[in-house]
């Protein structure tokens, strides 16, 4: 059985690798959109029946408008190097909703909500093309099917634990356990700060090639900073890195970014 266990874990490892688009950090997603997307657009209505969108015309038009234009410029991107496919599969839509919980999100396919509690934060257009460049390339990398086989392994880790260390000492099977994520969240919070950090580049290329000014990605995380304050949490058992990483991160990666940014959108521009 235990034999058995092994290979199934392997081939489920092996199930499908790829490299994210541009970043080139190698993923494995075993999850096909055709499964995924169906379940993430009834999700996202869902949502939408039970939350109030905001009744102000103006940021709801303002949220919508940023959200097209930087989800025009990913489906450049895809379109000119080859990925007509997975453009295809993408049904972007943009709301916002009156909450002041200060959020955003995306799901698989494109499916992005905003909360009016995140506007201050963004402060101006450039602000959320930011936070919208973050949401959106979420979805472009698949950090959600990502995050699904993240869980098939968790399980499937559990049930080699199970396996491997029964009747083994108490001591021994704390260490598998640790190991494999089993029982706590901290083997899976390094994953969650890769997706983050990767949505953070994407995101910054995404809203440059849609004609915003990427400085302000980096003043969004110091305004964020500034309103929730320094976490006590230490960094490494966050889900998200800290803001002041955040910050220089960005900073540093601009250049980069406006470089990429004008390479893909004159590649767009010669191909079509």
Known sequence: MKRVIAIFLVSVLLAACSTVPITGRSRIIPVNDDQVLPASFAQYK??????EKSKDIEK???????????SAAVDRFMRTNKMTKEADSYKWEFNLIEDKTVNAWCLPGGKVVFYTGILPICANEDGIAAVMGHEVAHA???HG????????????GGVAVALGTNGKSE?????????????TGVGMLAYS??????????GLIF?????YNGEEASEVWVRMSQQTGKSSQPEFLSTHPSNESRIKALKEYLPEAKKLAAKFNAVSLTKN
Not at 145 to 156: D, K, S, T, V
Not at 171 to 183: A, L, N, R
Not at 207 to 211: F, L, Q
């Open 60 to 70: 709801t038009n303002q949220i919508k408008n940023v959200g097209l234009k930087i």
């Open 193 to 202: 700060r890769e997706h983050e950090s990767e949505a953070d580049k994407l």
């Open 171 to 183: 001591q021994t099977q704390q260490i598998w356990s640790t190991v494999y994520g089993v029982g």
């Open 207 to 211: 809203m440059i090639m849609a004609g």
């Open 46 to 51: 869902g949502f939408l029946e039970e939350n």
């Open 145 to 156: 099917q990502e995050r699904m086989r993240q869980g098939q392994i968790q399980a499937l």
């Open 140 to 142: 472009f990398a698949k």
